[in-house]
């Protein structure tokens, strides 16, 4: 294994939560090496862009924020009766544009069935998410929306530390929308409102309330 590749995997070892390792000039082969080298070790989201390397160890927040909005859509899939497949923080790769990305939490919903029984996925053959979310409590992920325009994610949501908004891909940009395209009857506001709940008072109150509030909808 490379000297570099070693040394970002001892320097990971010792990234606090929350903390974030950035890496310039790395090379394509280098990436792979460490992505293969962490395999699927959690709490770490790596994210490349043509030579720039990017490490995140989520704090506690983040993940019980990225555990909620999974949970809340879930229980919102089930309701619609509508087909969901996670897909959680799958590293999705481009080596021909030289990026790679790992999102919080990403979900397929209109390509569900494209995707179910697939074991690895190859974005050359498979298609990207339909939605993906990013949740920022410590860190910026702004950076990574080129690389998801990039692999044509329709649908990204973003969770700031204080709320969460939607966008939707237009034009190779991110355009922010009031709600979902895919989920309608969820908007930025609502799914806020029991990711905090769910901070506040727990999970499972939080998604109780979540499951009277889309009875009272119909």
């Not at 979902?180 to 109150?205: C, K, Y």
Request: overall charge negative; charged content about 20%.
């Amino acid at each position: 294994m490379a000297s570099q590749t070693v040394d970002c995997l001892e320097a990971i070892a010792h990234l606090p939560a929350g903390g974030t390792l950035i890496v310039p000039d790395v090379s394509w082969d280098e990436y792979e090496r460490l992505v293969a080298g962490l395999g699927d070790r959690p709490g770490v989201r790596v994210t490349y862009d043509q030579g720039r390397l990017e490490i995140m160890s989520p704090s506690f927040e983040h993940d019980s924020i990225t555990l909620l909005i999974s949970l809340l859509v879930f229980v919102l899939a089930d309701a619609n009766e509508t087909v969901l497949e996670g897909a959680g923080s799958t590293t999705y790769k481009q080596e021909w544009l030289k990026r790679g990305v790992e999102p919080d939490a990403c979900f397929y919903v209109q390509n569900a069935a494209r995707i179910i029984g697939v074991r690895r996925i190859n974005l050359k053959t498979d298609p990207p998410p339909d939605i993906v979310v990013e949740v920022d409590v410590t860190h910026d992920s702004s950076t990574k929306m080129k690389i998801y325009a990039g692999m044509s994610v329709p649908e990204l949501w973003h969770h700031d530390g204080r709320r969460v908004q939607f966008y939707q891909l237009v034009e190779n940009e991110y355009v922010a929308i009031a709600a979902s395209p895919t989920f309608p009857i969820l908007t930025g506001a609502v799914l806020t409102r029991f990711t905090e709940q769910g901070l506040a008072e727990g999970q499972t109150a939080a998604l109780r309330s979540f499951r009277e509030w889309l009875r009272a909808q119909v």
